[in-house]
Every structure is written in C-alpha cells, then in structure tokens.
C-alpha cells in the first residue's frame, strides 16, 4: 500500500495503522460467514463509503481562514488514515510538512468502493497515485510562481513541458540524503555540463580544490534572478514558506543557487586551509563513514537576507560508541551569564564587544582515527580519507571545539568560573576581562579597551576570529545599544513564530485567561502533538531570553508537552495574540550615573501554594536583579509538596538566594 501509493518511507507509521484499520472492514476467514471483525463487534455490516485511498491528494479547508482575510483558506494534502475519535481524516500537508485532522477535505482523488461489493477485489485494484508526483513539486511549483510575479523568467518554448508536469521526481529529490535516491534517475546518469574547479580531496596531493559540480535541470526549473531585489528575493524565502534546501538537489533548483554555490566554496577553501584529512588505506574493520551537505539560509536583525552557509558534515549517526567516539557533552553559556555579562559592562561604563568563530568545529585536532568518503557523486567518490581535524557531523565535535578553546584560554591566563564553565575572568593591574562562550560566538567586557583589544587580536591570530563589533545580534536576540543602556528583544522570532502559524490576529492584553482550564479530564487531545512541541520549544526560548512576562505561561504549558488537549492549544493561541500585541517588547539593561566597585544583587520570589491539580505540588516564581536589571528568572513546580502556603513560600525564597549566590559567585 506505502509504495502503490507513492508516498515516501517515512509515511511507513501511518500506512501500518491504516492498513490495520482496514483489515477490521474485510471479510475474514475465522468469522461465521466470513464476517468482517467490525460486523462481528457491532452487528452491522461497516459503512465503506468513507474509505479513502491510502496517499490520495486532496484539498483541506483551514479551519484558521477567516473572511476579509487575504491568507489562503485551503492547502493541497495527503491521507494518511482515519481518526475515529475527531472522526476526520488524518492529513499531511506537503507544502508546511505537518499534520491536521480534519473532515473538511474536497477535490480527493476517489476510489470506488461499493459497499455491497467485494472489498478485497477493490482494496487490491487501488490506482496509484501517478510516480512522477512528489510534495516538493508543489512547494516548487509555488515558488515558480511567485518569482514570477517578481521578476520574469525565462519563456518555455510551446513544446516544452511546464513545471507543473515534470517528472520532479527525476530532477528533485525528497530524499533526506544527498547519497540516498530511490526514486528517479540514478545519479550516474545526470550530465554533468562543467567542472569550476578541481578535487579538494586530492588538495594534499597536488594542491586542487573540490569540484562544485552542476546537474543539468530543466530551463523552466532553473529561475532567473539576476534582477530580482535583495528585498524581493527576501520576500520570497520567507512568504512561500520554503524550508532549507536538504541536499545538493534542492540547492541547485533554489533561486539562491549561486549564493549556496558560493558558499560550498568557502566551506572547501576553510577545509583545505585547515587541512582536515588525508588519504589513506582504512585498516581491515574500519567503518567508513559517508558525507553529506547541508544548506543554511541566515537573516540579519532586521529580518533581512544575511549570508548563506553549505557545510559538508560527517553523517555522525552512523558513529559507533567506545570505537568512533566516547565523550560527547560540551557546556554552552546560560542565558542568565550572557546577560550578567552585559549588564556588568554596562557597570563598568565599557564596550560589549562581540566575535565569531568562522568553522569552529574544523579548528580541532580529533581525538581517534575516523575515515571518510566523499559525498555521492563526486569524482573522487571511490576514495577514502582520514580525519586530521574535527569535522562538522561527529559526535564529538562540539567537545572537541570546546577542549582546544578551552586550552587557549587558560595558556592565555584566563580563569575558568566554578559556576558556569563557559565564563572565563583575568584580573590585570589595570582592570579586569571577562568572557563569554557559546559554542563559536564569543562575548568580551573590560574596564580597559586594550585589554579587550588584546584578547580579540590573540583570538585572531589563533582562530581568525571575525570582529563584529558591539554586540547588536547575540543567538538570535537583538541588542540595541543607547546612550542610557542595552534594550534587548526578539521581534523577528516572534514575528516568524506568528507567520508559521499563520496566525493574523487580533491582540490580547495578557498571556493568558482564568477560564483555561488546563487539567480538564473532558477535553480531547490535540491532534498535532509534533507541533505543539516545536511551538512549545520557540516560546521557551523566547521567555528564557528576553520575556518574563510569559515565562508562567510558558512554564504550565509545557507540562502537558507529552499529551496535549485542545485546551492547551486554545491557551497557545491566546499567547501567540498577547505576543502579537507586545512583539516589540524585551528588557533593558540601563547604564549607570556613576561606577560602582561590586554590583547590587536584589531578588523577588512567590509561591502559588497547591496550584498543580494533579499532584497538589505549588509553583515557585523568582526573579533576580542586579543594579535595578533583570538577569535571571523562571517559574517551576516545586519539587515536593508544601502543607501550607507558608512552606511554598519558604522554598521559593530558598530558591531565590541560591540564584542569587550562584551571581554573587560567578567570578571567583
């Protein structure tokens, strides 16, 4: 059924249950009169005339349109089986790649079942859906049109076929893996029009460098944008929803390609210059591990196109452990120490500078013999290559970069903090440094400029470390600087947040309503759960960041992460409103009039006593100051059960001064 239908492998969850059900509609053997397990369970013969092929395309309402609105009241979708709770039909929608259960669905490719029929004859004569359809033919056929309403393109010729009939499954592949294409041509076959540039991987061999080669795709494939605006090209990322190309195929049929072309270059050149591996003879039992590309599309503060990023990575899950690699965590700085560290230049009156580490990752020795292959399709295909250096991929990178950054630092003089690892001080005659790490962006404060100077030209010299100056954009949070502090917001996520909902709405005054009532036993469960885990993991990071105001909120909906109902998603929806409403809101971080030798610690705490319907447990809520800024806060249910409201209170103030202890101790 999974492959007469055309679907991809990944489906293969869905085509199980739905065969199962299905089975429950047939006559069976092992029942009187060959009665179906339905007949048997009710006494009826089953209803068939809702049957729907597994696969078949149709049209699904959203039940989010509303009128005057310019949004699109309907999407192109899949079915992928029956949900007899919500009693619709469970849908995949290609163009998002997320799931909905609805009932409101038209235009579906039917297959006659007679329910008076013989349903076995009619189960096995299922057509299929036609091969050389692929959801990524939508989501391109989209993009082709709205490049069209930005720039012209190229004219098709009469006899030419249109890009809504190509066989999409022979010019794109849907496959997560660049060397993974079950489906249209072999890749052997693909002509190849040129060579740019030589092999990287014979680069210590005779000095060359990795071929970009091209796949020749279809004229009516390939989009013309030489004339199209930054601007627009920007629009049109992000209004068709586009994701990330996943492999070399997606890349090259991308209206970005000679960006993303550019920038595997780039990547090659970092590889060559670091010289990451050599070529070499693997020993008998050696895992040969194959490499990949993967696409980045980055935007600026202003939600602007940025830069591109192609990264070749080591396929890591195919990583054995205690052979391939042992140790793998590697800290990052919490959200609290980056804006201690902010709130503390603005103390000291000093710059807040800010750097980036360009392919950190390739910078570090590797710790055990690891062989590579190159991508599929490449020249050099047959060949394999030790790992000299780190490679993007491995389980152990991260570790790898963090040890070797590490290192430096201390043969630099620096102290490693007892409460955060990725915080490191210096104490000179005349004045003190500190640094923040988050894996490759660095964050340094000194009450002396040439201190810092110093360390970012050590930084340079070391890891060719790009300067980007005073910190403006720090892990996708904007840092506005004023003469009176550091105003810091997360407009653009939010914004996005709200666009991939799909979500033109009207604003509320507050994150939430007494009326929510989230422990109700009588509300059904939602029917998208993978959703509202990703939504659930965005709002986290927005309130870890920048917004307290909805860290409460935030921290209840997330209890309900494994099963959530629908009132849950009502709550959510009340919330992506309130932040409509406040998007440009954030904290600031003020300067002070006068310089002060140690800062001023304050801290808030409360309990709400027993608030937990299912366990009795309260919630702590705590919020830390320091000269008047906020720098550190949550809310979380506490750990035991409080007798009374006097013990809630008492634990959250116990909470409350071992955050503020840990502030108080992050430099010594």
Excluded at 19 to 45: C, F, H, I, Q, W
């Amino acid at each position: 059924m999974l492959w007469s239908s055309g679907m991809q492998t990944k489906f293969w969850g869905d085509a199980i249950l739905y065969a199962s059900t299905m089975r429950n509609y047939l006559p069976t053997r092992g029942n009187a009169d060959r009665r179906s397990p339905l007949e048997v369970l009710t006494g009826k013969l089953p209803d068939v005339s809702h049957l729907l092929k597994f696969g078949a395309r149709c049209t699904v309402r959203l039940e989010h349109a509303v009128a005057k609105s310019l949004r699109k009241r309907s999407e192109q979708a899949f079915i992928l089986g029956i949900d007899p709770v919500n009693n619709g039909y469970n849908l995949y929608l290609p163009r998002t790649k997320t799931y909905l259960t609805s009932s409101n669905i038209q235009n579906v490719d039917h297959v006659d079942i007679d329910a008076a029929g013989d349903l076995v004859d009619t189960f096995d004569t299922l057509d299929a859906v036609p091969s050389t359809f692929h959801p990524q033919a939508q989501q391109m056929s989209d993009r082709a049109a709205t490049t069209d309403a930005l720039h012209k393109t190229t004219p098709v010729s009469e006899g030419e076929p249109s890009p809504d009939h190509l066989d999409w499954t022979s010019e794109v592949s849907g496959s997560d893996d660049d060397d993974d294409f079950k489906t249209g041509e072999p890749i052997d076959d693909v002509t190849l029009t040129k060579r740019q540039i030589d092999s990287v991987f014979e680069v210590h061999k005779r000095g060359a460098q990795l071929p970009i080669e091209e796949f020749e795709l279809p004229a009516s494939l390939l989009l013309d944008v030489t004339g199209i605006s930054g601007a627009a090209m920007m629009a049109l990322h992000i209004s068709d929803g586009v994701p990330d190309p996943k492999n070399i195929r997606e890349a090259m049929a991308s209206p970005f390609w000679p960006q993303l072309k550019e920038a595997m270059i780039q990547e090659l050149d970092q590889l060559c210059k670091n010289g990451t591996w050599e070529e070499a003879v693997p020993p008998p039992g050696a895992k040969v591990v194959s490499t990949r590309w993967v696409f980045k599309i980055k935007y600026n503060s202003m939600g602007e196109l940025d830069k591109f990023k192609a990264r070749l990575v080591k396929r890591g899950f195919t990583q054995r452990y205690g052979v391939d690699f042992s140790e793998t965590y590697s800290p990052v700085l919490k959200m609290a120490s980056a804006r201690f560290l902010i709130t503390l230049g603005a103390q000291w009156g000093c710059k807040v500078r800010h750097g980036d580490v360009p392919n950190a990752y390739l910078r570090a020795p590797i710790d055990r013999p690891i062989y590579v292959k190159p991508p599929h399709g490449s020249p050099d295909e047959g060949r394999v290559y030790r790992l000299l250096k780190s490679l993007y991929g491995l389980k152990q990178s991260g570790r790898l970069w963090n040890d070797l950054i590490h290192s430096f630092l201390l043969e630099c003089g620096y102290t490693q903090s007892r409460q955060d690892p990725c915080v490191y001080f210096k104490h000179e005659a005349i004045g003190t440094t500190v640094v923040g790490l988050y894996v490759d962006d660095v964050i340094i404060i000194a009450q002396d400029d040439s201190l810092s100077e110093t360390l970012m030209q050590q930084l340079y010299d070391k890891f060719d470390i790009n300067d980007l100056g005073l910190i403006s954009k720090f892990l996708g949070i904007n840092v506005d600087t004023t003469d009176y502090g550091y105003f810091l917001q997360q407009q653009h996520n939010i914004d996005a947040l709200l666009t991939r909902l799909e979500m033109n709405c009207t604003t509320r005054s507050t994150p939430k309503e007494e009326k929510h009532k989230l422990y109700d036993p009588n509300s059904s469960l939602f029917s998208n759960k993978r959703l509202y885990q990703e939504v659930m993991g965005s709002l986290l990071w927005i309130s870890n960041c920048t917004r307290p105001d909805i860290t409460t909120t935030v921290n209840l909906l997330c209890r309900a992460t494994h099963a959530p109902t629908t009132e849950h998603w009502s709550c959510v929806k009340r919330l992506m409103r309130y932040l409509k409403g406040t998007s440009t809101h954030g904290i600031f971080i003020k300067k002070l009039n006068s310089v002060q030798s140690q800062p001023r610690l304050k801290f808030y705490s409360d309990a709400s006593w027993a608030d937990s319907k299912l366990d009795a447990k309260s919630t702590t809520g705590v919020l830390l100051t320091m000269n008047g800024s906020p720098i550190s806060w949550y809310s979380k249910k506490q750990s035991v059960v409080a007798l009374s409201t006097m013990e809630a209170e008492y634990i959250a103030g116990a909470t409350g001064v071992s955050e503020c202890l840990w502030v108080k101790d992050l430099l010594s």
